[in-house]
């Protein structure tokens, strides 16, 4: 992930720019400080110099002013990996979200990784709950495959079936897609490919794009 690591970074305003990891995902399995320290270290290596995990871990702590206060001066906001509908329903509607949604209109970038990129889009699919739900709405009408090239592919079938007017995001490992230039153009990076089945068309006939090409996905004004 370095290459889209880095271009984040570089959207963000540099390797000086603060940086906050929220390893909320991590929580339910009590592995949060590993993975945010895991995060820490991760982008301190990339050249980062002001990167630090925001203890966000529950609704009380999404209320907090010191968490809101670090969330709103960031401006690389990364959401980790781990329970995407306990991190969905930790953020709903808190100040802590409030508080990234404000930074994020003002120029920050709002990044994540697997359960973190999930709840971005308007639906999630929520493999440790019942189905799916409503994410967090950042991309309408569309839902995140994660590890698409493992075993994320096979999701897209059943939820074909309950969002046939979405379009699903696979998303493989070790890739990213970045939301860069003009409205609704993405930038894929990485190792793999990213994937999308489009409403009205054949599972069979997705559409792909390889590092360095461009997808169109709609955003909010």
Not at 9 to 26: H, M, R, S, V
Not at 147 to 161: E, I, K, M, P, S
Not at 192 to 210: A, N
Request: overall charge negative.
């Amino acid at each position: 992930m370095a290459a889209p690591d880095r271009r984040s970074i570089e959207l963000a305003g540099g390797l000086d720019t603060p940086i906050a990891i929220i390893p909320t995902a991590a929580a339910p399995d009590n592995n949060h400080r590993r993975a945010g320290e895991n995060g820490r270290r991760w982008f301190t290596s990339l050249g980062a110099t002001n990167v630090q995990v925001v203890p966000l871990i529950d609704r009380d702590s999404a209320a907090d002013s010191n968490v809101v206060e670090a969330a709103a001066e960031a401006k690389l906001i990364y959401l980790l990996g781990g329970f995407p509908g306990y991190l969905c329903e930790t953020l709903r509607g808190s100040p802590a979200w409030s508080a990234m949604l404000t930074a994020y209109a003002g120029g920050a970038v709002l990044a994540g990784s697997s359960a973190g990129a999930m709840v971005l889009c308007q639906h999630l699919n929520d493999p440790h709950g019942q189905g799916t739900t409503a994410g967090l709405g950042l991309i309408p009408d569309a839902i995140v495959l994660p590890h698409h090239n493992t075993f994320g592919q096979g999701w897209a079938d059943r939820l074909r079936g309950i969002l046939p007017d979405a379009t699903l995001i696979g998303i493989d490992e070790e890739t990213a897609m970045i939301s860069e230039g003009p409205a609704q153009q993405w930038r894929v990076y990485g190792a793999g490919d990213v994937t999308l089945y489009l409403p009205g068309h054949k599972l069979s006939h997705p559409q792909r794009y390889l590092a360095g090409q461009v997808l169109r996905l709609q955003l909010p004004d």
